[in-house]
C-alpha cells in the first residue's frame, strides 16, 4: 500500500491524497459503504461501480460466523467470492463483539464470544483474528481492540489502552510473520482507543504510532457521545498520528459528520447511515434528508435531488419512490441505497475539489449550516 498527500487546505487541517493498493488507486477523502456480508445491502456490485464507489468495507466478525473463512477462501477470497475487482478492507471484529456485550467475554489472551446465529462458542484472538483476514483477502485489515462503551469509568479506559496496545503488537507481528493467502500484498492498520479521554487518546495514539503501522484509525467514537466530543477527540488523535499515513474514522457517519471530520484532518470514513437510511425510507439531499415516504410527495414530480446525477435522481420521481414504499415494493430499497450511496460518493468528490480550490473550508461550513437549518 501507498499514500501520498496531494493537496493540503490552508485553513484547516483537510487534505487530499491518494491510496494505492493492489485492487487499485483510490483518491481521499473517500467514503466506503458498508457490505457487512459481503453485500451492500440491495446493491449489485455493477451498481455500486455505476455509482462511482472504488472502496467496499466487510465485516470480519459476520464472514467468519458465516459462510466461514475458509469457505471464502475457497472461492480465492473475498474480492472474487463477491465478484468486486476493486479495494476492500476489513474490520476485525472488535466493535460487533463490543455489542455483544451480554454474550462474551474478555480477557488478556482475546475474546471468547457467543455467536448471536446459532449460540455456539468462539475465540477470537489477535493472531486469529490476523488468520481469518489473510483468508478473506482485504487490501487493508485491521488490528483486534476493545470498543469501549460510552459512558466508560477512566480506570476502565486505561485498562482498555493497554489490552488494545498489547493486542497490536500482537497482531503486528503475526502480519509480519505471515504469508498473504494470495499473490498480493495487505496492509494492517491500528486502531486508537481511549474513551473521551485526552491523556489516554494521546497515549494511545502516541505509542500505536510509534509501532509503524501503515495506517491508522480512530476507534470508539460514535457511540452516543456528543458531536463536539468527538471532534474534539478527533482532533487530538490527527494531531498525533504520522501525518504521512492515512487517517480512518471508524464509523462516521452524517453528511455534516463527515465533512467536520475531513476539516480534522481525517482521509476515510465508513458508515451504515446511507444504507440503514435509504431502507426507512430517509434520502439525503444538498439541502438536508427527506422522509420519502411522506404525504408531502404523493404528486411530487420531481427527482430527490435535482443536483444529483445518480440512476435514481435522472429516471424516478419523488412520488413514484413514495409509491414503491408505500407499496412494500423492493425496488423502493433498490432505488433509495443507490440514491443515499451516490449522494455520499458524490459529496466525497466535491470536498476533494474544494480541497484542491483552496475553499473547502467555506464550502464546506455553507453546506453543515444548510443541513442543521432543515434539522437543527
Known sequence: MQFEILVKDKNSKARRGELI????????????????????????????LEAGVNMLLGNTYHLYLRPGAEEIAQFGGLHR?????????????????????QLRKIDQEGVEFQSHLDGSYHQLTPEKAICIQR?????????LDECLPYPSTR????????????????CLEQ?????????????????VQGGIFNDLREISAGNLSALNFPGYAIGGLAVGEPAE??????????????????????????PADILESINLGVDMFDCVIPTRNARNGTVFTNHGKLNIKGAAFKS???PIDRDCTCYTCKNFS???????FNANEILGLHLATLHNVSYYIQLLGQARDHITTGDFTQWSKGQIESWRNQHG
Not at 466530543?229 to 452524517?254: A, E, F, H, W
Request: glycine content about 8%; some cysteine.
Open 21 to 48: 493498493t493492489a485492487h487499485g488507486k483510490i483518491e481521499t477523502p473517500l467514503f466506503m459503504p458498508v457490505g457487512t456480508q459481503g453485500t451492500v445491502k440491495t446493491l449489485s456490485p455493477r451498481d455500486l
Open 81 to 101: 467470492f463477491m465478484a468486486w475487482d476493486r479495494p476492500i478492507l476489513t474490520d476485525s471484529g472488535g466493535f460487533q463483539i463490543f455489542s455483544l456485550s
Open 135 to 143: 483468508q478473506l483477502g482485504p487490501d487493508i485489515m485491521m488490528t
Open 155 to 170: 480506570e476502565y479506559a486505561r485498562h482498555s489502552i493497554d489490552l488494545t496496545q498489547q493486542w497490536a503488537i500482537r
Open 175 to 191: 502480519w509480519l510473520n505471515s504469508e498473504p493467502r494470495y499473490n498480493y500484498n495487505q496492509a494492517l492498520f491500528a486502531i
Open 229 to 254: 466530543v468527538r471532534n474534539q477527540v478527533t482532533s487530538l488523535c490527527t494531531d498525533i498520528l504520522p501525518g504521512l499515513k492515512p487517517r480512518y474514522l471508524m464509523g462516521v457517519g452524517t
Open 300 to 302: 411530487d414530480q420531481d
Open 318 to 324: 419523488r412520488g413514484y419512490l413514495r409509491h414503491l
